[in-house]
């Protein structure tokens, strides 16, 4: 954005204030961060509020979608009964699901099972069984926007075991959103959730991670879960990106399907287990705007 927008300007945000009553104490903070050499987030991705609304309408759609997959799931359907919920519950509102033709994705939403660390592909074929834990992964274009969360069912019985993971990792993005704080470095939120999982004896991959939401399906920054507790860049309100961390059982290492090109499983086939929310930094800490 230009510096040399003047005090008694209208805000570059567009909230209709003038800059000094508005930004202009924020960017004097971000060029103090930039002076120090602190990694940032492009200026053009900070959210600005109207945005913020148009994002969260794009969420309301998403939470919408993935409430009515939760009231309806069950042992005995298929996947591609999941995806066709998804993608009739959120066309009936107005959206589209985002993962339709992603990158040549074949369908509109992932269905993630067991040993599935994400992107699974739904299909007629492969029928949900008592004792599965099964992640499904809901993204929505709204009015040109995006919305992104996805959540863990258990189907029937599922081990103790199984339980324990996804109540884990449902926790380790609880300990993410409470370490989202403004002005501080990424890496302490992504370090919390790693400590988390390592703790209860998980580990988390390493190559997928979560990423800014909101303008773009997929905008920087890129997401590690892994990372070190003072690295990464700077979250500054109005900073917007997904907590998502997959977590596996066993070993964190990985293989994608090279038959889809897309399914990726953990190595030992072990089970894997994620949660996803979006979250909005704000001069407090966060708003979890998508769950
Ligand atoms: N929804 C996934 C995420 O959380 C991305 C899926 S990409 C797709 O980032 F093409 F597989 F849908
Ligand atoms: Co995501």
Redesign the pocket.
């Given at each position: 954005m230009s510096l040399k927008i003047g005090r008694n300007d209208p805000c570059w945000c567009g909230s209709g204030k003038k800059y000094k009553k508005c930004h202009e104490a924020f960017d004097t903070r971000l060029e103090q961060f930039r002076q120090q050499g602190a990694p940032l987030l492009s200026h053009e991705l900070i959210k600005k509020p109207q945005d913020v609304e148009k994002i969260k309408e794009a969420c309301a759609v998403n939470i919408a979608v993935l409430d009515y997959v939760q009231e309806h799931i069950r042992a005995g359907i298929s996947t591609q009964q999941i995806d066709d919920w998804v993608h009739s519950e959120t066309v009936r509102r107005g959206g589209t699901p985002?993962?339709l033709g992603?990158?040549g994705?074949p369908k509109s939403v992932?269905t993630s099972i067991n040993e599935v660390v994400c992107?699974g592909i739904p299909s007629e074929e492969e029928i949900l069984k008592d004792g599965d834990i099964i992640n499904v992964?809901v993204?929505t274009i709204y009015n040109g926007f995006y919305a992104?969360s996805?959540r863990m069912f258990m189907i029937g019985e599922v081990s103790p075991e199984k339980q324990a993971l996804v109540q884990t990792v449902k926790e380790c993005v609880e300990i993410g959103i409470s370490k989202v704080q403004p002005w501080t470095p990424i890496g302490n939120m992504g370090s919390a959730v790693h400590q988390h999982a390592l703790f209860h004896g998980y580990q988390v991959v390493r190559e997928i991670g979560g990423?800014g939401v909101g303008y773009e399906f997929?905008e920087d920054p890129w997401v590690s879960y892994t990372s070190e507790e003072g690295s990464g860049v700077i979250m500054v309100p109005g900073m917007m990106f997904?907590i998502?961390p997959m977590v596996n059982m066993g070993s964190a290492e990985i293989r994608t399907d090279e038959k889809d090109g897309?399914t990726v499983r953990t190595k030992d086939g072990l089970p894997s287990a994620q949660w996803?929310v979006t979250v909005l930094v704000t001069e407090t800490g966060c708003e979890v705007i998508c769950w």
């Amino acid at each position: 954005m230009s510096l040399k927008i003047g005090r008694n300007d209208p805000c570059w945000c567009g909230s209709g204030k003038k800059y000094k009553k508005c930004h202009e104490a924020f960017d004097t903070r971000l060029e103090q961060f930039r002076q120090q050499g602190a990694p940032l987030l492009s200026h053009e991705l900070i959210k600005k509020p109207q945005d913020v609304e148009k994002i969260k309408e794009a969420c309301a759609v998403n939470i919408a979608v993935l409430d009515y997959v939760q009231e309806h799931i069950r042992a005995g359907i298929s996947t591609q009964q999941i995806d066709d919920w998804v993608h009739s519950e959120t066309v009936r509102r107005g959206g589209t699901p985002a993962p339709l033709g992603y990158e040549g994705f074949p369908k509109s939403v992932c269905t993630s099972i067991n040993e599935v660390v994400c992107h699974g592909i739904p299909s007629e074929e492969e029928i949900l069984k008592d004792g599965d834990i099964i992640n499904v992964d809901v993204s929505t274009i709204y009015n040109g926007f995006y919305a992104d969360s996805s959540r863990m069912f258990m189907i029937g019985e599922v081990s103790p075991e199984k339980q324990a993971l996804v109540q884990t990792v449902k926790e380790c993005v609880e300990i993410g959103i409470s370490k989202v704080q403004p002005w501080t470095p990424i890496g302490n939120m992504g370090s919390a959730v790693h400590q988390h999982a390592l703790f209860h004896g998980y580990q988390v991959v390493r190559e997928i991670g979560g990423h800014g939401v909101g303008y773009e399906f997929h905008e920087d920054p890129w997401v590690s879960y892994t990372s070190e507790e003072g690295s990464g860049v700077i979250m500054v309100p109005g900073m917007m990106f997904t907590i998502e961390p997959m977590v596996n059982m066993g070993s964190a290492e990985i293989r994608t399907d090279e038959k889809d090109g897309w399914t990726v499983r953990t190595k030992d086939g072990l089970p894997s287990a994620q949660w996803e929310v979006t979250v909005l930094v704000t001069e407090t800490g966060c708003e979890v705007i998508c769950w």
